[in-house]
């Protein structure tokens, strides 16, 4: 009863047909928080507003983060974290309980933009892959129900495990495995206006690929770059290459409209023996070179009027991340809210990140990032991110 009460409501409502949007600007953060030792949520919001950073992501919906963003104008996108999945999908009472809770209660004072149900399902080890688009309709049909529909997109990130065939971008398919559950998924999120999130690492591609990709290719340094024959199209840089094999792979099912945007990308400042590539040099690189790429707001080869849109992972070093030592270090910022390497942010309490990794002149050339990226963001008309 309560639930058809609630979609009469909605029903009566009426309204137009705005659909919402949860990235505004090019450039977001992922604020996680698999860590014994960060700052408080309250230090958070003083670090990111220092640094400028609007579009924030976080993998649950802690009360602590939400009430410490409230009256911030920090936009977040909030997470419904993978253990949640089978009993969203099971139970629509229990979705609508969840939505008020963690969304509705919190509205308007904290720019709740997105819910991100839940996080690189498709491609892993298969145990919540049915249960997800059964999640995702409960959680937007709630959002309908308590009328924020119009001001929280619903979506999911996926990673690259569910694409095969990625080389060159032009010939990238969903896997098979992965195409049933997809295809659905990609339909309810079409007719409700969400884009395909994605979590790209040309770190990773790089690190894994050993000998096989140019590390200038990774890092948006110059260099020769790759030319795929079957469109013609030149890509010099390994994110854009990355885009456009999950446009390929989004057109070949039949959603040749859908935007991508990146809801990961970063490059870790430390790893193990194998992991040579996580440097604070190569991470700073990357980083810095991304930012100049999103200040640009430009598309991809293959998707030029698509303007590219990312949040970087990550916020922090995570101590308590398992599995490679480099899933510890992707952070801007160590766990004291200090730098990891200068890119120009401010951090919360002074660094020796910047020594002895750089010489005096790179840094002075790297203290201008700020000011370059402003003249950016003013002859685009982009403002803050």
């Known amino acids: 009863m309560r639930i058809l009460a609630l979609l009469l409501l909605a029903f ?42 609007k579009n924030v992501r976080i993998y649950d919906a802690d009360h602590s983060v939400l009430n410490a963003f409230k009256g911030t104008g920090l936009e977040l996108v909030i997470g419904l974290p993978n253990g949640f999945l089978k009993e969203m999908s099971a139970n629509p009472d229990h979705a609508l309980t969840w939505v008020e809770d963690n969304v509705k209660a919190f509205l308007p004072d904290t720019r709740i933009v997105g819910i991100a149900v839940g996080n690189e399902v498709l491609g892993g080890d298969g145990e919540f892959s049915q249960a997800l688009l ?45 195409a049933p559950l997809m295809k659905p998924l990609l339909e309810f999120f079409s007719h409700i206006g969400s884009p395909f999130c994605l979590n790209a690492y040309p770190f990773l591609a790089y690190t894994y690929n050993k000998g096989k990709i140019d590390i200038k290719y990774a890092l948006f340094q110059p260099n020769k770059g790759i030319v795929d024959n079957k469109t013609d199209l030149h890509y010099d840089n390994l994110l854009d290459a990355q885009i456009d094999a999950a446009y390929a792979a989004l057109e070949d099912a039949g959603f040749k409209k859908m935007e991508v945007i990146i809801t990961e990308t970063g490059w870790a400042s430390h790893g193990g023996e194998d992991e040579a590539a996580a440097t604070p040099s190569n991470a700073r690189t990357y980083h810095f070179n991304l930012r100049k790429r999103l200040a640009k707001r430009k598309g991809t080869p293959l998707r030029p009027k698509h303007v590219l849109k990312a949040y970087i992972f990550a916020l922090f070093n995570e101590d308590s991340k398992p599995n490679a030592l480099s899933e510890k270090y992707y952070g801007l910022f160590k766990a004291d ?5 200068d890119l120009g942010l401010p951090g919360l309490k002074s660094s ?23 003249r950016l963001e003013v002859e685009n008309g982009v403002g803050c991110y």
Do not use: W
């Not at 090019?26 to 230090?43: E, Q, V």
């Not at 809210?337 to 390497?341: K, L, M, P, Q, R």
């Not at 750089?358 to 700020?370: A, D, G, T």
């Open 134 to 178: 059964g999640a995702v309709k409960n959680i937007y049909n709630a959002t309908k129900m308590l009328g924020i529909d119009r001001v929280v997109q619903i979506s999911t990130a996926h990673s690259q495990a569910v694409f095969q065939n990625s080389f060159p971008p032009s010939s990238c398919t969903f896997t098979e495995a992965v």
């Open 12 to 53: 009566f409502l009426g309204g137009d047909a705005r659909l919402a949007m949860a990235f505004t600007g090019t450039f977001g953060i992922n604020y996680g928080r698999i860590a014994d030792n960060i700052p408080s949520p309250d230090k958070v919001v003083t670090l990111l507003k220092a640094a400028k950073i």
């Open 352 to 374: 020796s990140a910047s020594s002895p990794f750089f010489s005096s002149k790179v840094l002075n050339s790297f203290s201008k990032i700020p000011l370059m990226i402003r």
């Open 337 to 341: 809210g200090s730098i990891s390497y």
